[in-house]
């Protein structure tokens, strides 16, 4: 018996040092890829997407990260900094220690308070925000955010201030700073933008509302369906209103009159839009209401900074069946 043990032994130990032998081969040789190298992620594979620097008093600043690469980026190891007047980076903050991947294309929200995130602003799943122990000092007037790999070489880097701001708005508190395309570096200020009312003002983890997309083709403004019936059966229940422009800072106003002319109901006020947003109406009125059914026009006015306008007259039905 013990002879066969001694036997079994040197069997594994033989196996061992072959496995060890064949994995130091086929890394010699390049055959096994480690994504990022030992070093982490490289510049441009992991961006800064959005930022939010001056939260409400109950709120948190958070900084999102978008994986611009084609294939999924390991996070840990990696840092949020920002800077001190002399430009030398300070309150290093490691995002986790724990091997995590961020799949290509998609955002990450980091903070040091996923509760004073989600309290304000809409989140698409638990695993778009990472929670942080330490978070770096973003202030509300002016400051820097600087994303590190493991080596301390720096990822991207944007410097921030509260006048990149949409000048339409008055109170830019709670509202993020995102960027427009991720083909431009995040060292240009005229590459963000405040975040869309229409989206809550922020978009923690999921896509930018105001990131670049093509430009419409169809006009600025379609609703569908045209006939429509808010009778709560699940189809055709509610009028979709979509909005594509082809720059940011447009101001979308809508209206609804019944037929002869008397306003029903005011359902876009003033509401800041991204390149693309949709505005939905239930079918019911000032008061919520279910209006009756018949013909309504739609006044959809749009205006910019720049002094551009234009006025969109739709019209559509109301039914109580098809």
Same mark, same amino acid.
């Given at each position: ?40 992620? %490289? ?26 690469? =084609? ?17 030398? #980076? ?18 990450? &929200? ?18 778009? #925000? ?12 002016? =400051?820097?955010?600087?994303?590190? $790999? ?12 509260? *006048? ?20 431009? &570096?995040?060292? @240009? ?6 975040? &869309? ?16 997309? &093509?430009?419409?083709?169809? =006009? ?5 369906? %045209? ?8 189809? $055709? ?11 940011? *800072? ?6 609804? #009159?019944?037929? %002869? =002319? ?6 876009? $006020? $003033? ?7 949709? %505005? ?27 002094? @551009? ?12 069946? #098809?």
């Amino acid at each position: 018996m013990g002879s066969k043990l001694v036997i079994i032994l040197i069997i594994f130990q033989k196996m061992a040092v072959f496995i060890y032998i064949f994995i130091f081969l086929f890394h010699s040789f390049g055959l096994i890829e480690s994504k990022g190298g030992e070093s982490g992620p %490289v510049k441009s594979e992991l961006l800064i997407s959005e930022v939010l620097f001056n939260p409400f008093p109950e709120g948190c600043d958070f900084v999102e990260i978008y994986n611009n690469s =084609g294939h999924a980026v390991d996070i840990s190891g990696l840092f949020l900094a920002t800077r001190e007047a002399s430009k030398a #980076l300070k309150q290093l903050t490691q995002l986790s220690v724990y091997q995590q991947y961020l799949a290509p294309g998609a955002y990450l &929200a980091v903070t040091i308070s996923p509760e004073g995130i989600r309290r304000f602003y809409k989140t698409r799943c638990e695993e778009c #925000l990472l929670k942080t122990q330490k978070f770096p000092t973003f202030t509300d007037q002016a =400051g820097c955010v600087v994303l590190l $790999n493991k080596n301390l070489e720096v990822l991207d880097e944007m410097n921030y201030d509260e *006048g990149m701001h949409d000048q339409l708005i008055s109170e830019v508190e709670g509202i993020s700073l995102e960027r427009i395309s991720f083909t431009v &570096a995040a060292s @240009r200020k005229d590459n963000w933008h405040s975040a &869309a009312k229409s989206a809550g003002f922020a978009t923690p983890g999921y896509q930018n509302s105001v990131v670049e997309v &093509a430009a419409p083709t169809a =006009g600025m403004v379609s609703v569908d369906p %045209v006939v429509f019936t808010p009778n709560g059966d699940g189809l $055709n229940d509610q009028l979709n209103i979509s909005v594509k422009t082809d720059d940011l *800072g447009w101001i979308l106003n809508i209206t609804i #009159l019944n037929c %002869v =002319g008397r306003v029903v109901r005011n359902l876009a $006020n $003033n509401v800041t839009t991204g390149r693309s947003d949709q %505005v939905v109406w239930d079918g019911l009125d000032g008061g919520f209401q279910k209006v009756q059914p018949g013909i309504y026009i739609l006044n959809i006015s749009l205006f910019n900074r720049d002094g @551009r306008h234009r006025k969109v007259r739709r019209v559509c039905v109301v039914s109580d069946r #098809l």
